[in-house]
């Protein structure tokens, strides 16, 4: 048994939390809407697929053997669940076709290429553990096809849950055969801390050019001359240069956390990063919504609009605060008392800016008397989210630029 990597386990613990969460809300409150759905499966599918792919390359980078080829083919197929669910936003967003079909199709091929993933894993373990997780798997999810046939013998609720307790077992079985094959103990990698770390800055800064695009631009645009079209395609260019941004500064916390770097907070960076890609994937079905409502008659893409307006800086912000934490853990492990501070710093600010920037979004723009009261109020949100990213870009490249200085010291030596 060995450690596995956070990636992995944070990545489990996403797709558990979001069936669960999902079905716990269809029982507390009927849905009304698809932005549930929408967030919490199209999201963080991308998300799990992501976390999966990099948790497995890591374990396989430190396995050998037939065990590490096997672990490479789990790779592949990882990756190929993350195409698949790019595929499903973009259909999401353009196509015309019977969902329905759509529908059978996906769950279909999700579940050929998650048995890859779980018979790959299970050649990489090779014992009683591995011919379980095969077996939990071929018990507790059945293929659409087949389970069309059954008849629906319980009510709504019980059969939800009793996929979630399927669900569970299969994430349990399937980390149970990951912890058992034999691997190395991770070397720390200061170069790959300091490549995420970089990574995480050109996401703030770019981030940045997402906020001007998107709002910035188009409010003068649409508040000076009435060219709604211009201010549209301002948003959709927006919302791709976030989509970037956001992916960005979510693989650089999982290259600092894959790096093992002793002065990282691994749980820390593991929740920046999945609140981030998580980002990553809302946006995209942000752009689906925005694109239905924009160019389509169906009411609830709008209110589906306003639901991801409000929940993705929420998310964005507990991804923001658990990066400081990381970088401030980071500078106090290396008795850095001045970066301490100024991590603890930007992260009272960077909430605040976030919290004042979804706050008039929110809710002022909606009280607004005028058109030119509404832009105002915008344009001081927008101001506030650039204020938060500008501070949260320059404390990821303060912290960039104190481990580089680490990495070259040289090694003291006892003599």
């Known amino acids: ?13 996403l797709q558990l939390g979001v069936h669960w969460g999902r079905d716990v809300m269809f029982v507390i409150h009927p849905i009304r809407s698809r932005t549930a759905l929408v967030l919490a499966l199209g999201a963080a599918h991308l998300a799990v697929a992501t976390m999966l792919a990099i948790g497995l390359h890591d374990l396989a980078q430190r396995t050998a053997g037939r065990a590490g080829r096997a672990l490479r083919v789990a790779v592949a197929f990882s990756i190929a669940i993350a195409g698949l669910a790019l595929l499903d936003v973009a259909r999401e967003a353009f196509a015309t076709g019977d969902p329905r079909v759509w529908w059978e199709i996906q769950r279909t091929l999700a579940w050929a290429m998650n048995l890859g993933v779980v018979v790959a894993v299970a050649v990489a373990a090779w014992n009683r553990l591995a011919i379980l997780a095969v077996a939990v798997f071929a018990v507790a999810w059945l293929p659409d096809f087949l389970h069309a046939q059954l008849p629906d013998l319980l009510p709504d609720d019980v059969r939800r849950f009793g996929y979630d307790l399927a669900s569970t077992l299969r994430v349990a079985a399937l980390l149970a055969a990951l912890a058992s094959t034999a691997a190395a103990e991770p ?33 003068v645009v649409f508040g000076s001359h009435g060219d709604e079209g211009v201010a549209v395609y301002a948003l959709y260019g927006g919302i791709i240069v976030n989509v970037a941004a956001f992916a960005l500064v979510g693989l650089g916390a999982l290259k600092a956390l894959r790096s093992s770097h002793a002065a990282l907070d691994s749980l820390a960076m593991g929740f920046a990063a999945v609140a981030n ?121 303060r912290s960039a630029d104190a481990l580089a200085d680490g990495a070259a010291l040289p090694t003291a030596t006892v003599v």
């Open 277 to 397: 890609l998580w980002c990553a994937g809302a946006m995209l079905d942000k752009l689906a919504v925005y694109y239905r409502a924009v160019h389509g008659d169906d009411r609830y893409w709008v209110e589906d609009a306003g639901a991801l307006d409000l929940t993705l800086p929420i998310v964005a912000t507990i991804g923001g605060v658990f990066l400081t934490i990381a970088l401030a853990r980071f500078a106090r492990d290396r008795g850095d008392a001045p970066l301490a501070t100024r991590a603890a710093a930007s992260g009272v600010g960077y909430t605040l800016l976030m919290i004042a920037s979804t706050g008039i979004a929110s809710s002022l723009v909606t009280e607004a008397s005028s058109l030119e009261g509404m832009v105002a109020m915008m344009l001081i949100s927008a101001l506030c989210g650039l204020a938060s990213q500008i501070v949260m870009g320059r404390l990821c490249k």
């Open 187 to 219: 070397t720390p990698r200061p170069a790959l801390a300091l490549r995420g770390l970089a990574l995480a800055t050109h996401g703030a800064y770019l981030r940045i050019a997402g906020f001007a695009a998107s709002v910035l631009f188009g409010l």
């Open 1 to 13: 048994m060995k450690r596995l990597p956070v990636a992995l386990i944070a990545g489990f613990a």
